[in-house]
């Protein structure tokens, strides 16, 4: 278990605005914005921005954006604002609470971008040659003859096209077995363990080649431009990456880099989507060691949401428009499907009858009833006002129990030691949920009623809203509309019961 630091930095990948924003997107997103409410309520603070940073942007540059602006009749800087608008909303929409949203066409990244590769030109990182290759335009990736089989690219199943031209490189050979090492050193640096396992296995089966860091001008003129040689611009994945330190710090003119929030003292989590493993675990950490600059604690990969057998993709035609599950399901719900039904770091099935069985069930039957009655009971029994806590025996004081060890039980989850398991911290606050469902049907508190055993009744009821308290202030990061309603419903004394949470859907 490592040591709990005192600041927490999360990021998001930056998202590649050619098109607008789907499910996959999202998916990252929420899990990001659960994780920095969590720690936020973890470490003491609002969204102030004293403990925990929480960065998401858009990836601006390269030849998708080129092409994807020519084909709208476009300039490409036209283009991407436009598109980054969607991104902006959609986060606006979904309750995403980032403290910052960094874009790659702003001044402040590009300057970062210019001064690493300056520092790494000048230390002979970078170095100018020959390079000839097959090169994949959607991934914007070059790739060996070896791993192109038929001339198709391993990872997108499109045609690549052979290029002969002069660019530049990073040295990014030079720093294999380092990278090892750390891996070594550091078994949670890539998480969930197959990743890691993918990781380890590639740099120790396989001679890391040199990094095009480049591309000509004259083949693709929508980049940052090289320092030191005008006539190139940056390959945009050297680019984005930078985009988590240039947000966050600048480099002092003894080519330090000086940042409140990417240093030793804070804990360092960067969520990804399984496709850009090799990019954030391989390229990513080599470009930190060359620059002197501490590594990340935790790379985090999930899975991808998936249409049937198919991956959810743009270019594909089967992406699922977040605001339209939303408007029809709300954020919550939306929110608590994509966390819920499957552990994160492995591939989901998005279907509308998945979402469906998951409202009806957890929702409506489990936290939408108990919340319901209980307050019903509050009503009934004793004129709204909540009841004082009784001594609890028995099945009660287990219950109880279970209270009290339920937010280290999620926090526990939560954290790298418990792999990020979203799914599984929401299964313990169920678990509680199932629990006094349980109660209320064995207990049958309308007999208590009947039978004038007050005492025993105010203890019964005392109990169920101490457990949606307990309940709704660990969902809070989870669903945070609904842990707001219900604090609203419960009051501190008195009940304001509303309509049913979940109405089921038939």
């Known amino acids: 278990m490592r040591q709990k630091k005192n600041k927490f930095y999360i990021t998001t990948p930056i998202y590649y605005v050619n098109a607008s924003p789907h499910i996959g997107h999202s998916y990252t997103n929420i899990a990001a914005d659960t994780l920095a409410r969590a720690m936020r309520h973890s470490l003491g603070e609002k969204i102030t921005g004293e403990k925990v940073w929480f960065l998401t942007g858009s990836d601006e540059h390269g030849q998708k954006i080129q092409r994807a602006a020519d084909e709208a009749k476009m300039s490409p800087q036209e283009f991407v604002d436009k598109v980054v608008v969607q991104f902006k909303a959609l986060w606006g929409e979904l309750g995403i609470s980032n403290n910052d949203f960094i874009r790659t066409t702003e001044e402040r990244h590009r300057r970062t971008v210019e001064r690493v590769l300056s520092i790494l030109f000048a230390r002979g990182d970078i170095y100018r040659s020959q390079y000839e290759g097959l090169y994949c335009t959607p991934c914007e990736t070059f790739w060996l003859e070896s791993q192109a089989a038929g001339q198709i690219c391993p990872e997108c199943k499109r045609p690549v096209e052979k290029i002969a031209e002069t660019s530049y490189f990073f040295r990014m050979s030079a720093y294999q077995q380092r990278l090892i090492d750390h891996l070594k050193a550091s078994p949670r640096f890539v998480e969930p363990r197959i990743r890691y396992n993918e990781v380890f296995s590639f740099l120790t089966m396989n001679t890391l080649t040199d990094l095009c860091i480049s591309r000509p001008k004259g083949r693709l003129s929508w980049g940052i431009p090289l320092p030191f040689d005008p006539d190139h611009v940056t390959y945009v994945w050297f680019d984005a990456l930078i985009n988590y330190i240039s947000a966050v710090g600048t480099f002092g003119e003894d080519d330090q880099y000086r940042s409140s929030w990417w240093n030793p003292e804070t804990e360092i989590v960067q969520l990804i989507g399984k496709d850009i493993v090799r990019h954030h675990a391989v390229y990513w950490p080599i470009m930190l060691m060359a620059l002197g600059i501490n590594l990340p604690d935790t790379i985090v990969a999930h899975g991808w949401w998936m249409i049937g057998e198919d991956k959810m993709s743009k270019s594909r035609g089967n992406a699922v428009s977040p605001s339209a599950v939303v408007e029809k399901f709300g954020i919550d719900v939306y929110r608590y499907f994509l966390l819920r039904d499957v552990p994160f770091g492995t591939d989901g099935n998005f279907s509308e009858e998945a979402l469906v069985r998951r409202f009806n069930g957890d929702l409506a039957n489990d936290l939408g009833n108990l919340v319901y009655r209980t307050l019903t009971m509050v009503e009934k029994y004793f004129q709204g006002v909540v009841p004082p806590a009784g001594i609890p025996a028995g099945r009660a004081a287990e219950i109880y129990e279970k209270l009290r060890?339920?937010?280290?039980?999620?926090?526990?989850?939560?954290?790298?030691?418990?792999?990020?398991?979203?799914?599984?911290?929401?299964?313990?606050?169920?678990?509680?949920?199932?629990?006094?469902?349980?109660?209320?049907?064995?207990?049958?508190?309308?007999?208590?009623?009947?039978?004038?055993?007050?005492?025993?009744?105010?203890?019964?009821?005392r109990l169920l809203v101490d457990v949606i308290r307990a309940a709704s202030a660990e969902l809070e990061p989870f669903m945070p509309a609904t842990a707001a309603s219900i604090k609203e419903q419960l009051g501190a004394d008195t009940v304001r019961k509303g309509k049913p949470l979940f109405p089921r859907i038939i």
């Open 405 to 461: 060890l339920l937010p280290g039980a999620v926090s526990e989850r939560l954290s790298c030691d418990g792999d990020f398991n979203f799914s599984a911290a929401l299964e313990k606050i169920w678990e509680v949920i199932a629990y006094a469902n349980k109660y209320v049907e064995e207990t049958k508190p309308w007999n208590l009623a009947k039978e004038n055993k007050t005492e025993e009744l105010k203890s019964f009821i």
